[in-house]
């Protein structure tokens, strides 16, 4: 197996790394091989050394300092259940005099 392309070897990274996950993606044979197959092409492709480590480890993690991943915090607002228009909230209806099973104040 080889790789279809050749990174340019610009000295970015992050650059040779896409292109070289592209030319992956394209090619049904690297796509479905086991991962030491793939290690071997990246090899002979001078693939970076996180792509490599992450191709023959399992894990993607490896690439994330490469390609400038930062973590981001969801909003708060996103984290809580939503409600329609008109829906109310079983266990905090203001309308009824009845406790709720799940509150064991009222």
Known sequence: MVLSIRPR???DDMSD???LLEAIGRDA???HATSEELTSVLQQAKASDALTAAVASGD???LAVELGHNTNAAPQATQTPGQL???TDPEHDETTDTPSK???TK
Do not use: A, H, N, V
């Open 9 to 11: 070897q610009t000295g």
């Open 17 to 19: 790394t896409i292109e």
């Open 29 to 31: 044979s690297l796509r």
């Open 60 to 62: 993607s993690s490896l």
């Open 85 to 87: 228009d008109g829906e």
């Open 102 to 104: 799940s509150d064991p």
